[in-house]
């Protein structure tokens, strides 16, 4: 075997010099940072030390004859090569953090802002996480119902919406101690209708239907005798055009105070995104995401968070009424990305 010692500027440098002179099959025994004499070693910089060695000595190639698969060979020896702080060779066999969450599904620049710097999650990666993901998420802002009366509810078809507000006037009643209305606006579903009123009559609370604004304008007087009124809408797809024209109107004149737009966790971001879009004529709302229990991926709600830069106030996680409801807390998040890598 041949060993023999080179000194370089830089790793790569020494990989390259070890490479053209004892070819592919060289194995790197020993590196090192040093300093070249000087005094006392000031002003001078620092050069790698690494020591290779292979079993014969192969023939050396001219720098002419170097062809690319020997420099795209270099190239692929050089990515899986790091240097640890400590100066010791290892193997990259691990992506870093921000790669893995790109790999999880979390759009690019928000998986730099959240992975930057970390290099693996253990306790203080996970704790380093957990406080960008606070910041980024902001603290969940759930429904104000000591300032808030009329409380709208939009979102696609099929995302949970009447289940979701059965949930909060639960919590409302139960915990709460409000009193409240159910209206729905969700004619185009006989079931979404009847829904709603079989959750009126075990909540023992009273539930309207409106067909269209000027109904809703009519109940004004009635609302003034409870504290809180939830208002459902039809589920509209974002590629409807004219539903979406009519529930820009309907949002227009309701004169509501606040409105939560729901989305569900299993939706595709790229979809997330054109709903997002489609709904920017609903001015300042708030997100509820829904079906957590139906994925294990979040990266979802995170882009939706970016596409927005609208706050999250609820998760929903199931059917049951009033349980399967939390506050968006960024806890949740962090257990999803730690289980997933």
Excluded: W
């Excluded at 080179?6 to 070819?23: F, S, T, V």
């Excluded at 730099?112 to 993901?133: A, P, S, T, Y």
């Excluded at 995104?273 to 489609?278: A, G, L, M, P, T």
Aim: with cysteine; proline share 3%; charged share 30%.
């Amino acid at each position: 075997m041949k060993v023999k010692k080179y000194i370089a500027n830089d790793y790569q440098e020494a990989l390259r010099m070890i490479k053209a002179e004892m070819g592919s099959n060289a194995v790197i025994l020993h590196q090192n940072r040093i300093k070249e004499r000087g005094i006392i070693g000031l002003f001078k910089k620092s050069k790698v030390e690494v020591v290779a060695a292979v079993e014969d000595y192969p023939p050396v190639i001219p720098k002419e004859n170097i062809t690319k698969n020997d420099i795209n060979e270099l190239k692929n020896l050089i990515k899986t090569i790091t240097i640890n702080k400590n100066g010791t060779v290892t193997e990259a066999r691990e992506k870093n953090l921000i790669s893995k969450l790109i790999d999880y599904g979390i759009e690019k620049e928000v998986s730099q802002l959240l992975g930057e710097g970390i290099d693996e999650l253990d306790n203080k990666g996970i704790k380093i996480l957990k406080e960008r993901l606070e910041t980024f998420m902001g603290p969940p802002q759930k429904l104000n119902s000591e300032k808030s009366k009329k409380i709208l509810f939009i979102g696609p078809t099929g995302v949970g919406k009447t289940t979701t507000i059965a949930k909060i006037a639960s919590n409302l009643i139960l915990n709460g101690g409000k009193k409240i209305m159910l209206v729905t606006a969700d004619i185009f579903r006989i079931a979404a209708v009847d829904q709603l009123k079989t959750y009126g009559e075990i909540l023992g609370v009273p539930v309207r239907v409106v067909n269209n604004i000027f109904e809703l304008h009519k109940l004004q007087p009635e609302f003034e005798k409870y504290d809180v009124v939830l208002i459902d809408t039809a589920g509209r797809s974002h590629k409807d055009e004219r539903r979406i024209s009519e529930l820009k109107t309907f949002i227009k004149y309701a004169n509501c105070d606040e409105t939560f737009l729901c989305l569900s966790a299993t939706t595709k971001s790229e979809d997330l995104k054109e709903v997002i879009e489609r709904y920017e004529f609903a001015g300042n709302y708030k997100l509820i995401f829904t079906k957590l229990d139906e994925t294990d991926n979040y990266s979802s709600i995170l882009n939706a968070v970016y596409y927005s830069g609208r706050p999250i106030s609820y998760f929903t996680n199931g059917q049951i009424v009033p349980d399967d409801i939390t506050l968006a807390e960024s806890e949740i998040i962090v257990l999803s990305i730690v289980k997933g890598n």
